[in-house]
Antibody, heavy 121, light 107 residues
Framework: EVQLVESGGGLVQPGRSLRLSCIAS????????LSWIRQAPGEGLEWVGF??????????EYAASVKDRFIFSRDDSKNIAYLQMNSLKTEDSAVYFC????????????WGQGTLVTVSS | DIQMTQSPSSLSASVGDRVTITCRAS??????LNWYQQKPGKAPSLLIY???GLQSGVPSRFSGSGSGTDFTLTISSLQPEDFAAYYC?????????FGQGTKVEIK
């Protein structure tokens, strides 16, 4: 069974950093692009960005709202992906989901349960 | 960025009703359009990929159509478990963007 499990969320002050982890099981992480999606409380879904496979050059793309502050990485040998969030702002408060790209049309065919990040002083 | 406009933002329907949700892209995205269902407190789940492909395990009462800029999600006969929020997502070009969502409520 394909599973994605996020961890690392919590309460953090503005300007600080936080690293989220996404542990994959039931499939070979290295074969898939991983995307991060966030959802502020009571709001819709927002694409944060993705990290392609190493075979695809490990290319990363980011939403403008997080570019130069967030960094995606992956350790395929451990089946873990990371989202390093720096210089956090209150508007980054959201549930963060890691998702697997289904490779057909940028579809996100498996989602983690999400981890809540709250940025507040 | 490509803007995705979903309509309606909410609707009330009864069990057994046929429900249609539309999604319009601000520019052509070919068939790079996906649909998701999200129930309260849960992660979204993929229903339809590439505009009309039914994701494995999704009931056949769900269907998608469209290409270019105009897309439709149809639920042929609404079931109690279908009351949820629905989102379209374009992957024609980055940044990928979502519609604002449609909340389907019980009439």
């Amino acid at each position: 069974e394909v599973q994605l499990v996020e961890s690392g969320g919590g309460l953090v002050q503005p300007g600080r950093s936080l690293r989220l982890s996404c542990i994959a099981s039931g499939f070979t992480l290295g074969d898939y692009t991983l995307s991060w999606i966030r959802q502020a409380p009571g709001e819709g879904l927002e694409w944060v960005g993705f990290i392609r496979t190493k075979a695809q050059g490990g290319i990363t793309e980011y939403a403008a709202s997080v570019k130069d502050r967030f960094i995606f990485s992956r350790d395929d040998s451990k089946n873990i992906a990371y989202l390093q969030m720096n210089s956090l702002k209150t508007e980054d408060s959201a549930v963060y989901f890691c998702t697997r790209d289904g490779t057909r049309s940028g579809d996100l065919d498996n989602w983690g349960q999400g981890t809540l990040v709250t940025v507040s002083s | 960025d490509i803007q995705m406009t979903q309509s309606p933002s909410s609707l009330s329907a009864s069990v057994g009703d046929r429900v249609t949700i539309t999604c319009r892209a601000s520019q052509s995205i070919s068939s790079y359009l996906n649909w998701y269902q999200q129930k309260p407190g849960k992660a979204p789940s993929l229903l339809i990929y590439k505009a009309s492909g039914l994701q494995s395990g999704v009931p056949s009462r769900f269907s998608g159509s469209g290409s270019g800029t105009d897309f439709t999600l149809t639920i042929s006969s609404l079931q109690p478990e279908d009351f949820a929020a629905y989102y379209c997502q374009q992957a024609g070009s980055t940044p990928w963007t979502f519609g604002q969502g449609t909340k389907v409520e019980i009439k």
